[in-house]
Nanobody, 115 residues
Framework: QGQLVESGGGLVQPGGSLRLSCAGS????????MSWYRQAQGKERELVAM????????NYADSVKGRFTISRDNAKNTVHLQMNSLKPEDTAVYYC????????WGQGTQVTVSS
């Protein structure tokens, strides 16, 4: 049974940075595309960023392009989301997602951008 564990969320002021991490276990990490989603209160969950299994392809939501960077380390079974120039509208619970033979979700980590 695959598991994903996120870390790195917290409270940050507008304009600040955070780095989210997600550690995978129980599945062949390098065979899975990895994504970060987020869900703000009262809104639907949305895709933020995706990286292909080899790391050769990355996609971003328009709202985060130029500010967020997704990366992965298949040797360490980890994926990261570097978030810069954070805005209050980035406030949400951020979820790690693995998609391949199966789909796995992490438990989520809260990111709050507020002064």
């Amino acid at each position: 049974q695959g598991q994903l564990v996120e870390s790195g969320g917290g409270l940050v002021q507008p304009g600040g940075s955070l780095r989210l991490s997600c550690a995978g276990s129980g599945f062949t990490f390098s065979n899975y595309a990895m994504s970060w989603y987020r869900q703000a209160q009262g809104k639907e969950r949305e895709l933020v960023a995706m990286v292909s299994s080899t790391g050769g392809r990355r996609n971003y939501a328009d709202s985060v392009k130029g500010r967020f960077t997704i990366s992965r380390d298949n040797a360490k079974n980890t994926v990261h989301l570097q978030m810069n120039s954070l805005k209050p509208e980035d406030t949400a619970v951020y979820y790690c997602n693995a998609k391949g033979l199966y789909v796995y979700w992490g438990q989520g980590t809260q990111v709050t951008v507020s002064s």
